[in-house]
């Protein structure tokens, strides 16, 4: 049994995406050839824990509402104010084919590329842990603790993946000829993206924020006896 304020929780979220696309027909083939381009921007600007978490959990009294009854709480988790802005700019480009080989079957092959482009804080509230690297952006940090401006550090931390292609085949088939039973099927390899409010963790470190939690607080009870 917990006790904690969700508001505010602001997260402003923008995507754009430009895109194109040319076609080309000759023979039993239609070629097309195209690509986009998508941004993604969020502002994170939470408060919600700095209200502090009580949590009742039966440790006293061995009930959770009876601990919340006397005001005897397990621990008490408070933290600071949250904010990030990650963003990403990724490309795509893809190529298609739609071969004709008879008037009963026709295939369909396509190609894209995919690169996997991490996101990156534009206040740089990121960080990563390297075994035996002392920050010299933070130089009070521990050893292992770097961020961006650090040796060998981008500002998204790790590196991204430029070479990851996603290929597509499929099919169509007229099975008698008529126009009236066709057969299809397909297979591909597709990549998903990673939201940028997944960063939200990482903004979540310190030196970018602080948490304070108090186990098992000690609370004094007031006695007053009216004469």
Request: charged residues 15%.
């Amino acid at each position: 049994m917990g006790s904690l304020s969700r508001w505010p929780l602001n997260q402003l979220r923008a995507g754009y995406q430009y895109s194109d696309a040319a076609n080309w027909t000759f023979g039993s083939h239609n070629l097309s050839l195209g690509g986009d381009l998508r941004q993604q921007y969020t502002d994170q600007s939470q408060t919600f824990q700095t209200d502090a978490s009580l949590t009742f959990n039966g440790t006293f009294t061995k009930n959770s509402l009876a601990d919340f009854l006397v005001g005897r709480m397990s621990k008490i988790t408070q933290q600071s104010y949250n904010g990030g802005k990650p963003a990403a700019t990724t490309p795509d480009l893809f190529a298609e084919d739609d071969w004709k080989i008879s008037p009963r079957l026709t295939l369909n092959l396509g190609l894209r590329w995919e690169p996997f482009v991490p996101l990156h804080d534009r206040l740089d509230r990121v960080s990563q842990y390297r075994a035996g690297q002392q920050s010299t952006a933070l130089p009070n940090a521990p050893i292992g603790y770097v961020f961006p401006g650090d040796a060998g550090v981008p500002s998204n931390t790790y590196p991204g993946r430029w070479g990851v292609l996603a290929p597509r085949v499929g099919f169509a088939l007229d099975v008698f000829g008529y126009g009236l039973t066709s057969l299809r099927g397909g297979f591909g390899i597709y990549n998903a993206s990673i939201r940028s409010q997944a960063l939200n963790n990482l903004s979540t470190n310190l030196p970018m924020r602080t948490r304070w939690l108090l186990a098992r607080p000690l609370v004094v009870s007031q006695i007053r006896i009216a004469i």
